[in-house]
């Protein structure tokens, strides 16, 4: 090989490394700027931890959850129960969401799948969104509302007062043909929705403890993704872990 291809090749080698180490870097600044959990105002009011849904690894409504349990897709009474904590402001849990819903067409007929809030502080609009999805839930339209808060982040994340409400109640429109929009503008300050949020926040703290966002549970012990380098590794850890948990109560059967 001439002198000029030897450092052509070179060149090449540094280019494609450089990416490689970007990727690593961008995957870790993105994930770990989402380590500081949010701090709520007020009396730490006593929290129930018990379970007594279809599984024992869901909450059912109750009085201090606002009567509002588990958002639950896939196999409601499955053995495995797969928990994502996350922020609906959250960078990272917004790139993970197509992974999380691939996965739950994927394993949708043998597991239950759970989305729980989990505020970061410094996201000023997280908690106001996570209402906006529970109000949505209380016609029916949980999920659809997740995954069109994440998809349209940049249309509400930097606004605030009335101009946030109304993004809010626009997104909503969107998903829901048949919805009742004026009751999804009351129930966001509905007191019930209020304490299911900060329920979910509790429990992943204090019980769970989680410490970022996002964060991934399959019957209550933590997934470990410390060492995932990107998105396609922490999908193949996620599914890896569902593959296993199957495998663990198939032979417990």
Not at 19 to 46: C, K, Q, R
Not at 111 to 131: M, W
Not at 155 to 165: I, R
Request: charged residues 25%.
């Amino acid at each position: 090989m001439k002198k000029s291809e030897k450092t052509k090749a070179l060149k090449l080698w540094l280019i494609v490394i450089g990416i490689l180490v970007l990727t690593v870097v961008v995957f870790g600044l993105t994930y770990y700027a989402n380590t500081h959990v949010e701090t709520w105002d007020g009396e730490d009011s006593d929290v129930s931890f018990q379970s007594d849904g279809a599984s024992k690894y869901l909450v059912a409504p109750a009085e201090n959850n606002g009567g509002i349990g588990d958002h639950v897709r896939g196999k409601s009474d499955s053995k495995v129960v797969f928990v994502e904590y996350a922020d609906l402001q959250c960078p990272a849990c917004a790139s993970v969401i197509s992974i999380v819903d691939g996965l739950t067409a994927e394993y949708g007929d043998r597991v239950a799948f759970v989305f729980r809030h989990f505020l970061i502080t410094g996201h000023t609009n997280a908690k106001s969104a996570a209402k906006a999805a529970e109000s949505a839930g209380k016609q029916g339209h949980f999920w659809d509302m997740i995954d069109a808060l994440y998809a349209n982040r940049s249309a509400w994340v930097s606004l605030s007062g009335e101009d946030l409400n109304e993004a809010y109640a626009k997104i909503f429109e969107g998903i829901a043909a048949d919805g009742d929009v004026e009751a999804f503008r009351n129930q966001m300050t509905d007191s019930n929705i209020q304490k299911k949020v900060e329920f979910d926040y509790k429990r992943g703290m204090n019980k769970d403890k989680v410490t970022a966002t996002p964060s991934f549970y399959i019957n209550d012990v933590a997934i470990d993704i410390d060492n995932v380098q990107s998105w396609a590794d922490l999908e193949n850890t996620l599914r890896a872990a569902l593959d296993k948990a199957l495998e663990d109560t198939a032979n417990e059967e």
